[in-house]
């Protein structure tokens, strides 16, 4: 049984896990920030949270396992918004990708300032039944999510070669026409495509490169 109620004692520490609802219009985003000393055992964290540690995670550097805890527990507080308990185990799926219970559609990402400093975001929704003539069909609602450190925009601006990597040459002129107006420019770009790509994943199963998306156009005025 995890303590996703009740962290007041973890660890002794000093607020080393914090949980954090945010709405967004119909969207409701789930964040956890960790901000744990380098020399704590964070197998200790994972056994609070009652988090299933995969084989491939075990043997991982400290960062990912990181990453890993603080995406897995900012789900378990998705799903226990929609009613699941919290022994349910989110396994990965062949690609990577997190295994959400039956008529469950989710989205996780993280991102890290230091191995045991990080901040990760997730959202978990039911899908909706609605009637098509005389059929009864299940949509499947999706929504792909991003989170970005600022920081990461200096590498896109020091590299070009890097932003090449995610953004045609059209697109790089035209966005470059908004970098004195909006300096993250080129990290909005690249969070904006890895929410799409993570949406398309989670309908239809199929693994999208950046370069199969597309910027057509950037209103710099309504953000």
């Known amino acids: 049984m995890s303590n996703l109620n009740n962290q007041s004692n973890l660890l002794m520490l000093k607020r080393p896990i914090e949980y954090k609802k945010i709405q967004l219009e119909d ?8 901000n744990i000393d380098a020399h704590t055992d964070i197998n200790n964290i994972y056994k609070y949270f009652d988090i299933f540690q995969p084989k491939t995670i075990e043997k991982a550097s400290l960062k990912r ?7 897995r527990i900012s789900a378990k507080y998705a799903l226990k918004a929609l009613g699941f308990n ?8 062949m690609q990577g990708e997190p295994i959400w219970p039956e008529n469950i559609s989710g989205s996780i990402s993280h991102a890290m300032y230091s191995s ?3 901040m990760a975001i997730s959202y978990a929704c039911n899908d909706t039944q609605v009637m098509e003539q005389t059929t009864e069909k299940l949509t499947k609602l999706i929504a792909g999510i991003d989170i970005e450190l600022k920081q990461n925009n200096d590498l896109f601006l020091r590299n070009p070669t890097m932003v ?3 953004l ?9 026409l908004f970098k004195k107006s909006n300096p993250l420019i ?7 495509k890895e929410s799409i790509i993570q949406a398309i994943f989670s309908k239809y199963n199929l693994i999208l490169d950046f370069h199969s998306i597309h910027c057509i156009k950037i209103d710099n005025h309504n953000n």
């Open 86 to 93: 919290d022994s349910f185990v989110i396994h990965k799926g």
């Open 27 to 34: 969207l409701v985003l789930h964040k956890i920030i960790m």
């Open 186 to 192: 080129y990290l909005i770009l690249f969070s904006s």
């Open 168 to 176: 045609s040459m059209q697109e790089f002129k035209y966005s470059s």
């Open 116 to 118: 045991t400093k990080g």
């Open 164 to 166: 090449n990597s995610y």
């Open 65 to 71: 396992k990181s990453e890993f805890l603080i995406g």
